[in-house]
């Protein structure tokens, strides 16, 4: 699949910024974060700004960005519009959960239950934003168990990183707070690990002979290609990688995504002030440039098999 820079923004973006929101929601629920008025502030705005710029970028692709409004009426059948509705529904908890924080200081009582609605929605919104890739039958890469896990963890990962830098901007230094972010960093490590290795290693791709129902007849060829140039399917359904870029591209985001965060998050535990400071920052910009070659390569490497129907032999 062609990787559109909006679409890479709008998951990067969103999904960090849910996933601070979340966890300033279940964090300040259980009073792992002081009610502070602008450490509330500060966080809940970035939050919600990451997410509202990450939304509007998502319109800029479509043919049609002022109608975009109307894809949220379909959402009994299209997880698009399921999207749609659960992000602007996570809005409600969310401001709520600001009045508290900010306005009363407070996040205890209903501010709590405002902060645990917020982070529920916010999760529900990233697994929206997963099953529309994991929904589509025709991209193997897509459609398989790791997509919706993969979305969700590293969702929870940047909002992790994330908070780790909150918490130390305000100097609120808490080992299990810092020791969380490492933890997600680990496991969004492993996990992503587990989904290459999957797309890598699995069998049973679409090829032609299986398009068409005769596996033991041999091997089937296209005898003359449908067209003779290039046209909208084959440029955005058609886009291929070559391996080794793709392989040095996925070593910079195995290295910048997780491992050089987690050394820094980890680093964090054992110094203070400054040092710590510049430390969870440095990961927080190190992870975030991860995230986005992770995700180039979640569409790049996407295969759709309409490409079978343009000469490819398998997808």
């Known amino acids: 699949m062609h990787p559109a820079f909006s679409v890479i923004f709008f998951t990067t973006c969103s999904g960090a910024g849910y996933g601070l929101l979340a966890m300033m929601g279940i964090l300040g629920a259980a009073g792992m974060l002081p009610a502070d008025r602008w450490m509330g502030l500060a966080g809940l705005f970035f939050a919600l700004a990451l997410v509202t710029v990450g939304l509007l970028s998502s319109t800029v692709h479509l043919g049609r960005p002022e109608r975009a409004w109307r894809a949220m009426t379909q959402w009994k059948s299209s997880w698009l519009a399921r999207e749609g509705v659960m992000a602007v529904l996570t809005y409600v908890p969310a401001v709520l959960l600001g009045v508290g924080w900010v306005w009363f200081e407070d996040t205890t009582g209903p501010w709590a239950i405002a902060g645990v609605v917020s982070a529920i929605l916010a999760w529900l919104t990233v697994i929206c934003t997963a099953m529309i890739y994991k929904s589509l039958r025709t991209i193997h ?98 886009y291929r990688v070559a391996q080794k870029h793709a392989d040095k591209l996925r070593t910079l985001s195995h290295l910048l995504g997780f491992a050089l965060p987690l050394v820094f998050s980890a680093l964090a535990m054992f110094v203070s002030g400054y040092i710590a400071l510049a430390a969870v920052v440095v990961a927080w910009g190190l992870c975030s440039l991860g995230i986005i070659l992770e995700r180039w390569l979640f569409f790049a490497e996407a295969k759709h098999t309409v490409n079978l129907y343009y000469g490819a032999s398998s997808v």
Do not use: C
Request: proline share 4%; hydrophobic share 45%.
């Open 141 to 238: 890469q897509w459609h398989n168990d790791w997509t919706v896990p993969s979305y969700l963890l590293l969702s929870v990962m940047s909002g992790a990183v994330l908070v780790s830098v909150l918490t130390h901007l305000f100097g609120v230094i808490d080992p299990y707070i810092q020791g969380m972010t490492v933890v997600t960093l680990a496991l969004g490590w492993g996990l992503k690990t587990l989904y290459w290795s999957f797309n890598k290693r699995s069998k049973g791709l679409p090829t032609v002979n299986s398009a068409i129902g005769i596996d033991a007849a041999g091997d089937v060829s296209v005898l003359e290609l449908p067209h003779t140039s290039e046209n909208y399917l084959m440029k955005e359904m058609g």
